[in-house]
């Protein structure tokens, strides 16, 4: 392999350590996994000022650190430039290879983790997982690791599990649309509070879909409140699961109660809809 950074085609190849690398052609299943994961960022992006970037991009991180991560999203504009990203991007995928595993785990993840990049995601197609890195006080600290279950365990699984799986994926086909095209907006502090809570609102403001996960757990726990951000305060949601009406401005205030006795790490998830011709 030729060293000479003329000979550095665009694109292409990767500079990683000083040292030039080819980037081998993908296997078709790692280009339909980078494209879904293009696809559902662009959607959700659309009219934010984050930009999305596919693979192909370059970003220009240390004088001997030239990367092509397989997605990228960066927010400050001012880092993109005509020849790629100059800068660390605040979020970076990269989907594992036979070829690029060890850079993508090693030299690449410490040169992310030291320029900053604030998350980053380790996707193997073989183990259909993701592994998911905050950036916490300078280092990379793995916050989640999720994977589809093998067959060898649904096998096992009871009626009554693979009922709520089957009722999870309906749950998720009603809320699809809402997640991929409404605004997210973080409810909590997972490290700070009992709950991680975090919410989708659609554009127009008339459907909210919550999702809050307990995360501490003690004997006579007060009743947990969530308080929603961007609804109307003069609307009126209704519960979709309990019935209960609430305000706008009540949900951003005092906040939606989360019903207790979940135990830790038990999730929740509240859809509000807004009733139609009743303002404040």
Known sequence: MNNNLAYLREGREELINGRIVAMSPAATNHNRVAGNIFLLFGSYLKGKPCIPFGDGEKVFLTE??????DFMVVCDRDKIKADGVHGAPDLVVEILSPSTGVHDKGRKKRVYERCGVSEYWIVSPEAQSVDVYLLEEGRFELRGSYSVYPDYMLIHMTEEEKAEIREQVKAYKRAASLIQTGDYYRLSDPFRDTCAAWAFVSENR????????????HGNMPVSYVRLKGLEPETLYRDTKTGETYYGSALMRAGLPIPGGMGEYRAYQAELEAVKGVRT
């Open 206 to 217: 008339d459907r909210v879909l919550l999702n809050a996960v307990m995360t501490e757990i």
């Open 64 to 69: 001997t650190d030239h990367f092509v991560p």
